[in-house]
């Protein structure tokens, strides 16, 4: 089956090119097209009141969005299609997402495979101005399976990583928008102190721990770049694979049991995005705590607003004294 397109035309005049996913393509129609007739972002609805036009950015994952915030102060308005909590590696977009994306002057992803639906979404609205790939220039760390052949992308859990992808989205932000270059020139120079600030305080916490006991057991490979910048010791995982949609097999289960006990892990740490019952689990077989509930580190994803993970700084802090707290005992 050949692919069907949309046309439809937004509030400026211009002609929106959409093409409809298979099956959803009725509803995906009744969406735009309800859209469009109530006004979409028209320049009023961009301004913020101020009288001036906001760059439009959608921002795929809740770290990126919390950067380009940051970066781009009240000369953005930035839409987020992961919602906190939500595992970014089986996401399915929604005709809203594309919409957004059709609507949008920049796009900025995490890169490094993580967003294996966003090409497609993209084709979808029709969209072809500047994707921002925030991995540009992170040593990425290898993959072990043949679905992680672009690398670990996790790369924001190291800070330093953190403060390459906040330059790309401001590099794009000047580009897209020079007469604001100073102010995002402002913002990107403060946003990078507070990742210094928190690259040095993690690096103080973690070194405040006994040699030997700072072995980590999470629920995935979520935290390598966090485990290489402040040397620690992965013991294991869970889910032994970036993808949460990965599983334990029962032997795998059991050695990892075992490494727990042989090589003294204090805790397992479960993760906000995930359910604690295989940790769970793990942790009453090895006989040892399993940090769950509110002490979850934030692995995938960001928190919700006034959860200790709702923006980058406070999911990094929190996840360090988490597991500092548990590794002391």
Not at 5 to 30: E, K, M, Q, Y
Not at 289 to 295: F, L, N
């Amino acid at each position: 089956m050949g692919s069907v397109f949309i046309l439809i035309s937004d509030p400026r005049g211009d002609t929106l090119r959409i093409r409809a996913l298979g099956p959803a393509l009725p509803v995906l129609a009744a969406v735009l097209v309800a859209a469009t007739a109530c006004g979409g972002s028209s320049s009023a609805d961009n301004t913020g009141g101020s009288g001036a036009m906001k760059l439009k950015v959608v921002a795929t994952t809740t770290q990126v969005a919390d950067f380009a915030r940051n970066i781009g102060g009240d000369k953005v308005t930035v839409t987020q299609i992961l919602k906190p909590n939500v595992d970014p590696h089986d996401y399915e977009p929604s005709p809203a997402d594309i919409q957004a994306i059709a609507d949008a002057d920049l796009v900025v992803q995490g890169g490094v495979g993580l967003e294996k639906w966003l090409d497609q979404t993209i084709k979808s609205a029709g969209f072809d101005g500047t994707v921002v790939d925030t991995s540009k220039g992170v040593a990425i760390r290898k993959g072990g399976e043949e679905e992680e052949a672009d690398g670990d992308p996790h790369i924001w859990h190291n800070p330093g990583n953190a403060e390459i992808m906040s330059r790309h989205i401001a590099a794009a932000f000047e580009a897209e928008d020079p007469a604001d270059k100073a102010a995002y020139a402002a913002n990107l120079k403060t946003y990078t102190g507070k990742l210094r600030q928190l690259d040095t305080w993690i690096a103080g916490q973690i070194n405040s721990l006994p040699a030997g006991g700072r072995k980590l057991v999470t629920n995935h490979d979520a935290f390598g770049y966090y485990i290489d910048r402040y040397r620690l010791t992965f013991v294991g995982s869970i889910i032994p694979s970036f993808d949460t949609s990965a599983e334990l097999s029962g032997k795998q289960l059991n050695s990892l049991v075992a490494k727990i006990k042989s090589t003294g892990v204090q805790a397992v740490f479960s993760e906000s995005s995930l359910p604690p019952k295989t940790a769970e689990t793990i942790g009453r077989e090895a006989g040892v705590k399993v940090v769950a509930g509110e002490d979850s580190l934030y692995g995938d994803t960001l928190g919700p607003a006034g959860s200790a993970g709702a923006t980058y700084l406070e999911m990094e802090r929190h996840n360090t004294t988490t597991i500092v707290t548990a590794l002391k005992g």
